[in-house]
Every structure is written in C-alpha cells, then in structure tokens.
C-alpha cells in the first residue's frame, strides 16, 4: 500500500560510479549525494550542462540502472528492478524501425495481453491525440523526426504512466515544432496532471513548462544546486509566456545561479 | 567555352546512359557470343595460337552449338528432370540452412556462456573449406540427393548464423531498453525484438545464402550423383563434349539469376521497414 502523501519519485542520496572498463583505476563518479523528489502531479524540469549526467540520473529513475549508493522510490516503495508506474521517452530514437509507427504504440499494449483489435483502437485514439492520425501506416523511417517523436510520446502516454521522464525529448527539433510539441504536451499534461520529470538543457525550455526546476552541477559528482518554483501562471504558451516580465525576471535568477557551473562544465570539455 | 563537338552529335544520343542502359547490355552479350563464335569456329581465322585449326573449338566449344545443346534439352525435355532435382536441392538447403542458422544462432547470440565456450569451434568450422566435406557426405548419405543438401546446408548455416548472431547483437540499446520499460518480458524481446532484428541481416544476406545453396547442390552433384545439372555437365565432360559442358553452365547461370530475382522481390515485400537510398515517388 503506497503510502498517502508520499512523493510520486523521490531519488534519495544517489551516487553512480561508473567503472571503466579497461582498468579499475578510471573510475568516473557521474552522481554524488543527488537528491530529488517530484510531488504527485507535478512538473519538475531538470537543467544542467551537458554531459553532467542529466540522463543518468533518469535512468537510476527508471530502473535501468542501479545506483551505486542511495535509494529510489516510487510513492514511498524502494524501487525493484524497473519502475512499472513510469514511462521513459528517451533522449535517443528508440522507437522499433521494424514497426509502424501504429504498431509501435500498440506495442506496450500488446506486451500487456490487451487484444489487437483493443490496442489498434486505442493506439489510432492516441495518434490523433498527437496529431498523427492518418499517419500510422508508416515505418519510422518515413516519418520526420518530430512525428517520430510524437509516436514516442503516444507510446508511452497510452500506458497511462503515473509518472513520466522525459529525456531531454525535444532537443533535435527545430524551434517551431519544438515550441509546438511543448504546448502539446503541457495540454496533454494539464488533462489529468501526471508527475513528469523533465530533463533538459535548455534552460527557457524549463522555466515554460514546469512547477519547479532543480539546477544541477557540472559533472563529476554532480548533484542538486539548485532549487526554483516556477510561479507562472498556467494554462501557458510556451512562446508567448517568454516575453512576460515575471518570466524574464525568474530566467535571470536562475541563469546567474547556473552561470559557474555552465562555465566549469565548458571548460572541462574544452580540457579533454 | 565551346561545347565539344561530339556531345551535340548522335552519339549523345545513343550512348550508353539511363534509359538505353537494357539496349546495351543486350548488345554486350551479343558481342560476347560473336567474338566467341568468331575466335573458336575453325575457319573463320586463320590458327594463330593453336597449330590446328580445331583446337580452339574443341577448348572453348562453339556457341551455336551450345546453344543448339540447350535447346535440344528444353524442346526434348530432357532437361527438366535434372533441372527439377538441382532446384529442389537448392531449396531444400536453403531452407534447412536457414532455419538451423536462425534457431542456434539466436541461441548462441543469447547465451553469453554458451557462445563463449563455443567461439573457437565456430571459428574453426567456418574458416574451415567446407566444399570438402562433399566425398564424406556422400559416404554418410549416399549419392541420393541427401548429400547435396547436406552440403548446402552447411554452406548457408554458417553465412545466416554469422548474421543472426551480428543482428542480436547491434539491436540498438536504446530500442531494447524502451521496449522492457514497455512491459515486455524475455519471451516477447525475443518475438518482437531479438527475431525481427536478427530478420533484417538474415534477409541482407539472402542472395548470397541462395546463391551457396546452389553451389551446394551443383558441386555436390558433380561430384558424384545419378541426377541434377551437375551430373549432366559431369557426364559431358566424361566423353570431352565441352559444347555441353558450356550448355549446362549456360542454364545454372540463367537459374542463378532467376533464383536471384525472386530474392530481390521477396526483400522487397518484407523489408519495407528499411530505409532505401532515394526513396522518393515520381509522379
Ligand atoms: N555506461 C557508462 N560508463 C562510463 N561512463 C558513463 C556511462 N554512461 C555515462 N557516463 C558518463 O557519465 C557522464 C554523464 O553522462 P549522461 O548522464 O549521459 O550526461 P547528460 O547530462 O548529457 O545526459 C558523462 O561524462 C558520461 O561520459
Ligand atoms: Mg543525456
């Protein structure tokens, strides 16, 4: 029984060493001590420079990867293998090429036992939600990358996830099909507010769409610097909601907040 | 600058270049058969390297007579009992190959233990000439037409197991991963993403699996066998008929490229999830 008032995910104390492969000496500490929690229905946003391990964190999230110290859990339960009340949309394609783009939203479906006749219905249901009816005979390849990425995102969302993590989902997007996609999801999100954890780079991408956004440091050990409510009001256009005062005033704050650590992490790029 | 003369006259027109490119290929076989015909018929030059004028054709053979040898077969008949026999071998190996290659290839590809301990014999059977195996096939399973596709079963396993085992292993991490999150358990990654991964480089290696079935069945045939092409030009050579011996490559090579269309339509049909180069729709 989950307990009531837990947080949706609370990510306690994670650390994540990375071996190296070769020799047991290159070892790489991604994570050190990062504490984060996302309320239930919130809109949490992480930023932070990258490379910093801003993926990683998500992944410790989802249970792909096991951390090498701290706990995870999901409404107050530790975390056993992989999060089953989350949804992951992944930085990268991961979509099945040998699927169109309908059968891969019925995928999850399918894997669940539902009827194909069910799981078509519900799968051309969500298509249309995204913006892609008609458009799901096609095979990954011959759709652009934006509807690529709307067929992720009705992949996930038709599950019904608790709690959604996005990674850095928008990033290979052009401006304007990004800024579409944003209101898009903040509609979708806004329907029956899920706990979504947001992972980004882009720091006006943050501000726009959620509650609350957590800065983190530039890697190795990185970890939490960073707190900030977002007290804009909602229901938002992520466009137009750039040009108001309040947003400005919040992006400020934050940037100079940000601003070493964006430098540190530059320079330690610029290093290797 | 000027333009050279050349490009404006009509040649530009006829030369070799999309569009005409079926005319010239046609007319490059028949130049091929005219300079055979001409450089191997006694009489038409003069010997210049053999002493006797009929040397060169009892070498190379003479092309109508190849040609007059293939047609006697088809009008006769005669030919399609052997042509039967080869075929049904290719397709017996073909398809024995293939599905072993799939089966222990997934397998192998699964089990990091197994396929460890497997490594240096399968490197050994594969760099081993297998070809070579044809006379000991022929002790175990007689000069019937189980040999010959014993042969090309172990020709086509090893190139579809090779590429089942390079499919398991380059589906993408990401792909894997979002279907477990997904809810698929191992049995499902498997049907829904370990096969149909495996699938595409088993199916990018179909011409070449179609084409060593057939070596199979053609090389076991000649070397020992009472039916089947290879027995045909086994037979020709026995009594120094080349003109035969020509004829018989002369249709293996026609059913090698029949074989290798059907190939092509049949990846056309199933791989229409894979990006093609260009794939754009001309109205
Ligand atoms: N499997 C791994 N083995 C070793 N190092 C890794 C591994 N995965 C990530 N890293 C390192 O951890 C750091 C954070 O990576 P990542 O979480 O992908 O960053 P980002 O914030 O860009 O998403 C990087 O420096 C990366 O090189
Ligand atoms: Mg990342």
Redesign the interface.
Known sequence: MALQGAPALALENITVTFAARDSNDTRYTALKDATLTVAPGEFVSVVGPTGCGKSTLLNVA?G?LEPSSGSVKVFGEPLVG??QK???L?Q?????????GLDNVT??L???GVSREEAVRRAEDWLARVGLAGHGHR???QLSGGMRRRVALA??LI?DPQIILMDEPFSALDIQTRQLMENELLELWSADRKSVLFITHDLEEAISLSDRVVVLSAGPGTHPIGEFSIDLPRPRDVAEIRLTPRFVELHTNIWHAMKDEVLKGYARTRIQ | MQEPESSKGPWARIRPQQGNLLVWQVLMMIGFFLLWHVLAVPGILPPIYFDDASKAAFFFGEPLKVFARVWEWFYSGDIYAHLWVTLWETFLAFVIGTLSGLVIGLWLALNPVASALCDPYIKALNSMPRVILAPIFSVWFGLDIASKVALGVTLVFFVVFFNVYQGVREVSPTVLANARILGANPKQLLRYVYVPSAMSWVFASLHNSVGLAFVGAVVGEYLGSSRGVGYLILQAEGTFDINTVFAGILVLTAFALVLDLLVTLVERRLMVWQPRQGETERI
């Open positions: 989802v792909l992989l999060n989350a949804g992951y992944f990268t394609e991961a979509l099945m090429p040998w699927r169109t995928a999850g399918e894997f669940r095979y990954p390849h992949q996930t599950l």
